[in-house]
Structures are given as structure tokens and as C-alpha cells.
């Protein structure tokens, strides 16, 4: 169990929500990169357009509320699951 964090478990293992954190780190890593490139010094290249707000109010809503959305939408998924297919989903 001491290399689960490279993707190498046992085949009796299965988890929910687990993902290895190495074989994913090349994502991660190119991820920054490309904000690095993106946004030098932490400044944009480029000038956003103004947009209403009122055509932005959705995602800055998402936005400002992401982590309720996060812990709120699995145990919905997991109900929806349940009432569909009336066996416990864990």
C-alpha cells in the first residue's frame, strides 16, 4: 500500500475518488508552465475585453462558490445513484 502514490496497488484496491499524484505530475507541471508563459510575472500579456457583468455573473458566481458546488455534488451524485438504482452505491 506504501506506492499507491505512484499508481502501482494491489488488484483487490479500488477507491471512490483516488487518483496516484505522480503519474499525473507531468500535467501539473505543464500547467504551469503555460500560466508561466501566459501570465509572465503574473501579469497578462493582453488587455480582456470589458464584458457585462450580467453575462459573467454565472461563472463568477461558480467561481466564488466552487468548494459548496464540490462538497455538495457528490453526495447528490451518489442519491441520484441510489434512487435509480435503489441498491446502496458504497
Known amino acids: 500500500m506504501g506506492l499507491?502514490?505512484?499508481?502501482?496497488?494491489p488488484l483487490t484496491f479500488w477507491s471512490v475518488d483516488y487518483t496516484p499524484v505522480f503519474p499525473w505530475?507531468?500535467?501539473v507541471l505543464i500547467g504551469m508552465a503555460a500560466g508561466e508563459?501566459?501570465?509572465?510575472g503574473g501579469e497578462r500579456r493582453w488587455v480582456l475585453p470589458e464584458l457585462p457583468s450580467r453575462a459573467?455573473?454565472?461563472l463568477t458566481f461558480l467561481g466564488r462558490h466552487s468548494l459548496v458546488i464540490y462538497l455538495v455534488h457528490q453526495?447528490?451524485?451518489l442519491l441520484l445513484m441510489y434512487l435509480a438504482t435503489g441498491a446502496p452505491v458504497i
Open 37 to 40: 508563459f501566459t501570465y509572465p
Open 25 to 27: 505530475m507531468g500535467l
Open 75 to 77: 453526495p447528490l451524485i
Open 56 to 58: 459573467i455573473a454565472p
Open 4 to 9: 499507491l502514490v505512484f499508481g502501482i496497488h
